[in-house]
T-cell receptor, first 115, second 116 residues
Framework: AQSVTQLGSHVSVSEGALVLLRCNYS??????LFWYVQYPNQGLQLLLK??????LVKGINGFEAEFKKSETSFHLTKPSAHMSDAAEYFC?????????????FGTGTRLKVLA | DAGVIQSPRHEVTEMGQEVTLRCKPI?????LFWYRQTMMRGLELLIY????????DSGMPEDRFSAKMPNASFSTLKIQPSEPRDSAVYFC??????????????FGQGTRLTVV
């Protein structure tokens, strides 16, 4: 069965510092991978996705993620944190081969940006 | 398109009452998902539909929960009778279809349910 592990339920960074949010997946074949962001009292918004084209994926708001098959990872990064990046971030996986199209989400990482 | 629309945004009900949550997916989307979000369990998939047909309801917690999709533009999630442990934020999401260009789900704003 597929699963997603997000290391660190809370991450704090200073404004202007590098943001690194970790995601590891478990799947028999490389799945589709996603990062979503959730602001308070809002739904989930797609940041970026990996669908087997380029392994380095660029998303909105300056975020990017790199798919590493050897490490079964899809970590999210941003070179310089802004106060507006404070939110909860979810990594998700979807099987591309089984014919099931559901999404399995990680437990989320709450990002705090310090002034 | 206005995106996925859920109603109500907030619902407070007494234990034992019936609760109905509603969702209008994005027009033209073939897949609809219902998720529940709690602090303890995170985001859990309850059920998903393809072309109005339930495909996987293995996440529905118990018989008190039921979901329907009578047409391509409307779905409901019903809890009867409701219990305090059902308190959570319920999200509806939709997806265009299959294929590499249609891989992501679009989420509604959620319904925050409180059962007292």
């Amino acid at each position: 069965a597929q699963s997603v592990t997000q290391l660190g339920s809370h991450v704090s960074v200073s404004e202007g510092a590098l943001v690194l949010l970790r995601c590891n997946y478990s799947s028999s074949v490389p799945p589709y991978l996603f990062w979503y962001v959730q602001y308070p009292n809002q739904g989930l918004q797609l940041l970026l996705k990996y669908t087997s084209a380029a392994t380095l994926v660029k998303g909105i708001n300056g975020f990017e993620a790199e798919f590493k098959k050897s490490e079964t990872s899809f970590h999210l990064t941003k070179p310089s944190a802004h106060m507006s990046d404070a939110a909860e971030y979810f990594c998700a996986v979807s099987d591309r081969n089984s014919g099931t199209y559901k999404y399995i989400f990680g437990t989320g990482t709450r990002l705090k940006v310090l002034a | 398109d206005a995106g996925v629309i859920q109603s109500p945004r907030h619902e407070v009900t007494e234990m034992g009452q019936e609760v109905t949550l509603r969702c209008k997916p994005i027009s033209g989307h073939d897949y609809l998902f219902w998720y529940r979000q709690t602090m303890m369990r995170g985001l859990e998939l309850l059920i998903y539909f393809n072309n109005n047909v339930p495909i996987d309801d293995s996440g529905m917690p118990e018989d008190r929960f039921s979901a329907k999709m009578p047409n391509a533009s409307f779905s409901t999630l019903k809890i009867q009778p409701s219990e305090p442990r059902d308190s959570a934020v319920y999200f509806c999401a939709s997806r265009p279809g299959t294929g590499v260009g249609n891989t992501e789900a679009f989420f509604g704003q959620g319904t925050r349910l409180t059962v007292v």
